[in-house]
Each structure stands twice: as C-alpha cells, then as structure tokens.
T-cell receptor
Framework: GAVVSQHPSRVICKSGTSVKIECRSL??????MFWYRQFPKQSLMLMAT?????????EQGVEKDKFLINHASLTLSTLTVTSAHPEDSSFYIC?????????????FGSGTRLTVV | GEDVEQSLFLSVREGDSSVINCTYT??????LYWYKQEPGAGLQLLTY?????DMKQDQRLTVLLNKKDKHLSLRIADTQTGDSAIYFC?????????????FGKGTHLIIQP
C-alpha cells in the first residue's frame, strides 16, 4: 500500500517551453505532498510543500512563478516548470506523507528526469 | 535550519557488514529515516527510528541512534551486490507535521566481490 505514482519518468523539452509533472497517490489520500529536486550526486532539496485546496509553501530561493504547483485533489499534485531553461535540468521527486496528518512515513514517487535542451 | 551530514562513499566486500553513518544538528528531530536510492529511481524507505529509541532491528538492518551525539548509523549485515545503492539519512522535526524531510547528501555503497 501507500504508493505514489509519478509521471513522466523522463522528459526532454526545448528551452522556453513548459513541462508538467504529475504525482498521484494511488491507494490513499494525500493532503500534503512534497516536491524535491536532486542535482547529480547531491542530496534532495525540498522545493515546496503542496497542500490540497490551498497555495503551496515554497522554500527560500525557489521561484514560485517558475515552479507552479497545483494540488487540486486529495490524490493529485502537479509541478509545472514554466519557461524551462537548461539549468532547470534535474531529477524531480515528489513525496506524500502516509498515515494522515500525524503520519510518520513518507512515500516517494519514482522521480522525473527533466532535460532541457 | 537542520543540517544532515554523511560520508559520500563506503566500499565493503560482499558478505561483510556495512555501516553507514550520519550526523544531524537539530536535537528536536523527532524521526530519523534511512532511504535507499538505486540509479535513476525514487527513494525506497528502508527503516526509521523514533528519537526516544536507541536501536531498531529489521532483518539484516540495524539502526543505532545516539541522541546525545546526534549520530545515527545503519548497519547492513551480510552485504550483497543488490545492496549497492545510495543511502540517504533524513530527519523530520515533527514526524510529519507540515514539513518535509531534511536529507543528507547520501552515501554511495560500493560492493566489492
């Protein structure tokens, strides 16, 4: 149980275009989802916390207008990279907390490798 | 904010035990986690420990927590080639709450035949 499905797994896009990444909780409801970015050989950095029905909370240094997050339902959060540039190329991973508001587990999607050319 | 540190590489022989170490700075960390990441994949939760525990064992995995020194370790007994991956230590302030996790940079476990 507690599976998070993330799509696409890989995407290549041209500079200036937008890319949408989806994160779905398959067998549970996720009121809160998290978006991370991972640079090569580096740790995962939390970008933003996505809350169902309200605005996302962005970490310091993350551009809200560039990384648009929508969490319109209890099972779906999306991250849209707008006007992508090569420096946005990275591995993006979503995560959801399992077990409701007091849950202690986090389950992760399989990640999206974004390459901007 | 919280800082989580790990060594970047660990090389062990197949069949030996692997011990991956992690230190963290925030004494308020409530839960500490170990995740495994295989190449190009997401994260797989291996185990977690609550801050009021000092040891947790789960089959080949043993987690030790020294809260006084803010030191966490993961021991993998009888290391196999399939254990080759990057292992991330992560901390959570409230065990969930509204916050995500703070990750270390990951330890790349290399298995020698």
């Amino acid at each position: 149980g507690a599976v998070v499905s993330q799509h696409p797994s890989r995407v290549i896009c041209k500079s200036g275009t937008s890319v949408k990444i989806e994160c779905r909780s398959l067998d549970f409801q996720a009121t809160t989802m998290f978006w991370y970015r991972q640079f090569p050989k580096q740790s995962l950095m939390l970008m933003a916390t996505s809350n169902e029905g309200s605005k996302a909370t962005y970490e310091q240094g993350v551009e809200k207008d560039k990384f648009l997050i929508n969490h319109a339902s209890l099972t779906l959060s999306t991250l849209t990279v707008t006007s992508a540039h090569p420096e946005d190329s990275s591995f993006y991973i979503c995560s959801a907390r399992v077990g409701g508001i007091s849950g202690i587990g986090y389950t992760f999607g399989s990640g999206t490798r974004l390459t901007v050319v | 904010g919280e800082d989580v540190e790990q060594s970047l590489f660990l090389s062990v022989r197949e069949g030996d035990s692997s011990v991956i170490n992690c230190t963290y700075t925030d004494s308020s960390s409530t839960y500490l986690y170990w995740y495994k990441q295989e190449p190009g994949a997401g994260l797989q939760l291996l185990t977690y420990i609550f801050s009021n525990m000092d040891m947790k064992q789960d089959q080949r995995l043993t987690v030790l927590l020294n809260k006084k020194d803010k030191h966490l370790s993961l021991r993998i007994a009888d290391t196999q080639t399939g254990d080759s991956a990057i292992y991330f230590c992560a901390s959570s302030y409230s065990g969930g709450g509204a916050d995500g996790l703070t990750f270390g940079k990951g330890t790349h476990l290399i298995i020698q035949p």
